[in-house]
């Protein structure tokens, strides 16, 4: 489209009507860094922590190939992208961040990223990262009918998903070349589009189940929370539960 073709970051775009996941098929070796993958509907989708991502047709589903980074910077590219798409996402719906990447309205969740990564040392060498995206769907399975939602059912009108997948690249790019030059500034404004500070929330750390008071975030992107003895934790990376 002429968007992409006008964008410096973007130059290989490849759609497909189906894929197993697309973060999968990013993580082969032919496709050159900033690639889009994208697929219309998948059929082993991937979500956090080895759940599934159930990628009926009528939302977004793509992956992004990045050029190696610092491990350091994991995080900040997690917090990064959660903002370019709530920013996005924020034009049609009044959406919120839970960290670390979560997109949710209402508690129920409408889109989520999943980066995976290739390592060796301190750098990681490949870099797929995903985005799912609900954004035509109007019915939910049984088993996630309480936890997901998409834009349609709370806007009740059907998208063009180019057109979403144009704002958030927009608003990615934007945020991802400030994030290779600097420490994330985003911080103040992803904290802005948060639902969770203040509330308890309960988190899988190292196997254990914890409940904690969210805090706020510290300026590398990690999660800044109270346990029962008033102690502040920070922490990393994990999968917080509402
Ligand atoms: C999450 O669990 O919150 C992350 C969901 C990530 C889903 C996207 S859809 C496109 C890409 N390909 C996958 O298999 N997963 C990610």
């Given amino acids: 489209s002429d968007y992409l073709a006008s964008k410096t970051l973007f130059k290989h775009c490849f759609i497909f009507n189906e894929l197993d996941s697309t973060n999968n098929e990013a993580m082969k070796s032919t496709y050159p860094h900033y690639s889009l993958i994208i697929a219309e509907k998948q059929y082993a989708g991937k979500g956090r922590s080895g759940r599934k991502w159930v990628s009926d047709e009528g939302n977004l589903y793509f992956s992004i190939v990045l050029p190696p980074m610092p491990v350091e910077q994991l995080l900040p590219l997690n917090i990064s992208t959660g903002y370019a798409i709530c920013d996005a996402l924020r034009n049609y719906a009044d959406v919120s961040l839970k960290w670390p990447n979560d997109i949710v309205f209402n508690n129920k969740k409408l889109g989520g990223i999943l980066i995976e990564t290739k390592f060796s040392g301190n750098i990681l060498e490949k870099i797929v990262l995903g985005i799912g995206i609900n954004v035509n769907q109007l019915d ?60 308890m929330i309960k988190i899988h750390l190292d196997g254990e189940k914890m409940e904690l008071i969210e805090k706020g975030i510290t300026d590398k992107g990690e999660l800044i929370a109270v346990d029962h003895f008033g102690n502040e934790r920070k922490i990393v990376l994990g999968d917080i539960y509402l």
């Fill in 140 to 199: 939910f399975s049984h088993d996630i009918k309480e936890i997901a939602t998409s834009l349609a059912i709370i806007t009740e009108r059907q998208y063009r998903t180019e057109e979403i997948l144009w704002q958030i690249l927009n608003n990615f790019e934007k945020n991802y070349t400030d994030l290779l030059k600097k420490r994330i500034d985003i911080i103040e404004k992803w904290c802005k589009y948060s639902m969770n500070f203040g509330k």
